[in-house]
């Protein structure tokens, strides 16, 4: 009779482990397929908000990856495994990755922030983490941007993000500035005008901001004159080119010189004092 009862107490444990093991099963496959369906919720959600695509497809995948965490861990549970180690355990392992790629992981941060905020966008001529260049595209973990001369870069946005970024085109327009010399003896009333009759004849020179010229200083060869307008961004670098030389090719027309630095240098002729010297103690 006592065999029979300690059979029966087996075989009752034995069939409320299985049926722990499957409801394991079951929590762990329907936490699947449901960690699944919320994440691709959360990213048609996030689609319908006009939220980047890089960024939630990042967050979908966030999502899921933390939902799965929860699922397994309450499947364990279900199956008898004691939760409290097991939580320790993953807890030191987050922190051990965590530490070992915290340089990635500060570039992921920042490469989520400057998707959600926007300081510049595809095709922007930025200054960020000391680099000149026009953005091609922007990733989780880096940023790249094409130089004036074709080259690219790839910089990490850490980089960019912990440093000043300069945008040249978020507002459209940009101010160009030039300094012209002329000489002391040129008439600067005549020089202003020439350059104003520059600035109306060029249809990129924007009317408002009104552009202008100044007398900037006095120089040691020059009177240096200070050129300011604002055109579009996409032509500065063309319509400064094209001033500059309307500029030289009027002066010269109107007589106005460009002059380059020079130095005077007076020569006293005469004997050094060593010679002098010596020619009083020979006599």
Known sequence: MHDFLARLHFSES????????????????VGLWLSARVANFARRAM????????????????????????????????????????????GAGGLAIG?????????????????VFRPFRIG???????????????????????????????????????????????RGTRRLELKVGIGYRD????????????????ARILRDP????????????????????YVRSSDVWATQADLLRGVKERFDAAGISIPYPQRELTVVQGRLPSESAAGASGG
Do not use: C, Y
Request: proline share 3%.
């Open 14 to 29: 034995s069939i409320t482990l299985l049926i722990n093991l499957a409801l394991a099963l079951l929590t762990l496959l």
């Open 47 to 90: 689609r319908r908000a006009n939220v980047d695509e890089t960024l939630s497809g990042f967050l979908r995948n966030l999502i899921n990856g933390v939902l799965i965490a929860l699922i397994v861990v309450m499947a364990l549970q279900q199956a008898g495994v004691p939760s409290a180690p097991l939580l320790a355990a993953l």
């Open 99 to 115: 530490l070992a790629l915290q340089g990635s992981l500060s570039n992921l941060a920042w490469g989520v922030l400057l998707i």
């Open 124 to 170: 922007d001529f930025i200054k960020a983490g000391g680099v000149d260049g026009t953005v091609e595209s922007v990733n989780l973990m880096h940023t790249l941007l094409v130089l004036p001369d074709n080259r690219e870069a790839v910089v990490p946005n850490a980089k960019i993000g912990s440093d000043a970024i300069i945008n040249f085109n978020r």
């Open 210 to 229: 009104e552009p202008g010229v100044w007398t900037d200083s006095l120089g040691e060869s020059a009177v240096v004159l200070v050129l300011r307008a």
């Open 187 to 202: 008439d600067i009333g005549k020089a202003m005008d020439i350059i104003r009759a520059l600035f109306a004849a060029d």
